[in-house]
DNA sequence: CGGGAGATTGAATCTGGTCAAATGCCGTGG
DNA sequence: CCACGGCATTTGACCAGATTCAATCTCCCG
């Protein structure tokens, strides 16, 4: 994996202290929880192999999907202070995870601050995400919203090399899709169906091919930057 | 301010780096941008007296206020790498910020691991407070909103030892709020009006006072945790 | 006293939500 | 091979929470 042009070399050293920072790895089965919501997690993961999201859901059981997780995202972070009140994290594929101590995390960042810094930086990225999606959860409407989704999550998936022949794996359902938009299921359907149509985009199987890319960008007002290469925990 | 309980208490040694990372103060007047939208910021900033906040815009002028920055809050890493799509951050009140190098972040983080991990710390705290954000924005209704934010806001300013006699300085006029939460204006003064006069709360003049806390929280579903001692560089 | 910004209100309209039912797709069991 | 059950997707009809439009109203300030 870190082989892929998607991410930053190391050297040896912090390579070595990767490795003994991490305690094990992690298989997840589609639908299956990383992370329960409201329970403190003593572990952080990186994210090997397919997609997973993460999520929290209000007492009546509305849920917002507040991320879409795919290979490299460090996860568990921002519970690092929250008594309770945690985020869930389910898998969407099947999943594998990279399984760290959360409580050697400040020994790593004593031993290798360049690694903390790498940390940092992925939170800062991971910070950066969530802001462009309260943008479309507060202030775009279905159509821009399903247009900005789509084309976030295809060049995320793109950059890392998962697209052949023009098509993503696309394991989410249009529950997932209405969670994270903040869309009534009933009206991500019918948004989607609208797009598909116009001939957009196409979503099959769960394989997603984007056929106009230009037109979904300026729908959705929203251009994702050429992605940088980015540390891997 | 490092008296203040709201903060972790640093050593000699951190405080000399703080001091050294710092280069200097700014004072930006109310309505006045600290960081402009687009244009990447070659400085961090601490927050140290006075509201202010961070928003985006969409091309068409819609903007979505992302979150409010209260004293002690560290701004500025979610550009770091993020050519041209920055937020923008302006001043609710008269406010002051400390000043730093972004460049020298690195040095930092080398020289004291310790401040590194604080940092991170920060960050991921940001974040934890945009899950919320991007909940209320998805999934809560106009009501809920309200409450949520009213009540997210006491409790920060209330931790920050703000509130006096039960009343807060609240600098932010309606569109302020609207724009926070994925409202129009008008129905945004509607709401407030209504749990207004449903007295659960009081705004006048710039002054915000909590009547009915625990009818707010379990309005908008949402309870501030316990919060903790926060570090401040 | 006039001007301007923010707050309020009422009315009309519309986007998106809710309800209900149909359709399609699989995997299982007879 | 086919019927049945469960789940995701579609569709149509209707409803309502929010937006938009258009005035007013209230302060505050020069």
Redesign the interface.
């Known amino acids: 994996m870190r082989s892929n042009a998607a991410f930053l070399p190391v050297s040896e050293d912090e390579l070595r202290a990767i490795e003994s920072f991490r305690v094990g790895t992690r298989t997840v089965a589609p639908g299956e929880a990383l992370i329960v919501e409201h329970v403190r997690s003593p572990q952080l993961f990186t994210l090997y192999a397919g997609w997973a999201f ?1 999520f ?1 859901t ?3 059981g ?3 999907i ?1 991320n879409f997780l795919l290979p490299g995202d460090f996860i568990g ?9 945690t ?1 869930g994290v389910e898998a969407a594929s099947e999943a594998t995870f990279c399984v760290f101590e959360r409580d050697r ?2 020994d790593l ?2 031993a290798q ?2 690694l ?2 790498d ?3 992925l ?6 995400m ?6 479309t ?4 409407n279905a159509g821009e919203r399903v247009a900005m989704l789509l084309m976030h999550l295809y060049r995320r998936a793109e950059r890392l090399g998962m697209v052949r022949d023009g098509w993503v794996d696309f394991p989410f359902n249009q529950q997932h899709i209405a ?1 994270a ?2 869309l009534s299921l009933v009206h991500t359907n019918k948004t989607l169906r609208r797009l598909q149509a116009m001939g957009l985009h196409k979503l099959e199987a769960g394989w997603l091919r984007i056929l106009e890319p230009h037109v979904l960008e300026s729908l959705g ?1 929203y ?1 994702e ?2 992605l ?1 290469r980015v540390p891997l925990i």
């Open positions: 993460r929290k209000l007492s009546d509305r849920r917002q507040l972070l921002q519970d690092e202070f929250a008594e309770g009140q985020h995390l400040w960042f004593h601050p360049k903390g810094y940390i940092t930086w939170a800062a990225r991971g910070e950066k969530l802001d462009d999606n309260l943008v959860a507060g202030r775009r969670d938009l903040g007002d251009f930057r050429p940088r």
